[in-house]
């Protein structure tokens, strides 16, 4: 049997060539996420339902005192809307847990003052936030990992009140280190 379309003749073999290509890319996409295993497309890798995990203590010796309530209230939020897990009070069949060990600044971009007799100062200092995290898969001990120090920075001018922006960069930070911390467990990356 044959169409006319348009003055051409076409086959059911005779497809145009544009469809022809996009319907293979399409077929090999598909073939390709399937032997992939386990993919969703919330960015897990788990077939987990639920997570678990207790307040991240503040373990630092510097910083806002509820760094830890606001640094665990963060991750909850990011894991409820990145992926399909329920955040529940224990025993959930991802667990997690750690502390904030480390909250620094450190002096960078040092500026000369020309004079040897006189301190010299640093024109930028760096805000680093270092997180230990334990992570237990009770679905997949291998996913699992005890201690794993996640760490970030964000520099700012010295002609900036600290006070004024240590919130902003707190969070900024934080979101890296959330972020690196998901990636690392229930996205498995």
């Given at each position: 049997m044959k169409i006319n379309v348009k003055g051409k003749r076409l086959t059911p073999l005779n497809i145009h060539p544009v469809s022809f290509i996009l319907s293979i890319t399409l077929l090999a996409a598909t073939v390709l996420l399937e032997s992939?295993?386990?993919?969703?497309?919330?960015?897990?890798?788990?077939?987990?339902k639920t997570i678990s995990m207790?307040?991240?203590?503040?373990?630092?010796?510097?910083g806002q005192a509820n760094m830890g309530q606001?640094?665990?209230?963060?991750l909850k939020n990011y894991l409820i809307q990145n992926s399909d897990l329920t955040v529940v009070q224990e025993s959930g069949e991802l667990q997690m847990d750690g502390e904030i060990t480390d909250f620094r600044l450190t002096p960078i971009s040092p500026v000369s003052t020309g004079n040897e007799?006189?301190?010299?100062?640093?024109?930028?200092?760096?805000?680093?936030i270092t997180v230990k995290v334990?992570?237990?898969?009770?679905?997949?001990?291998t996913m699992s990992f005890?201690?794993?120090?996640?760490?970030?920075?964000?520099?700012?001018?010295n002609d900036q009140n600290f006070t004024d922006i240590e919130e902003q960069l707190t969070?900024?930070?934080?979101?890296?280190i959330i972020n690196d911390i998901f990636n690392a467990s229930v996205a498995n990356w």
């Open positions: 992939c295993g386990v993919y969703s497309f919330t960015g897990t890798s788990t077939t987990a207790t307040e991240f203590y503040n373990n630092a010796d510097l606001t640094f665990t209230n963060s007799n006189q301190i010299n100062n640093a024109s930028s200092t760096r805000l680093t334990t992570y237990v898969n009770t679905l997949d001990e005890k201690d794993k120090s996640f760490s970030f920075y964000k520099d700012f001018t969070k900024e930070i934080f979101d890296r």
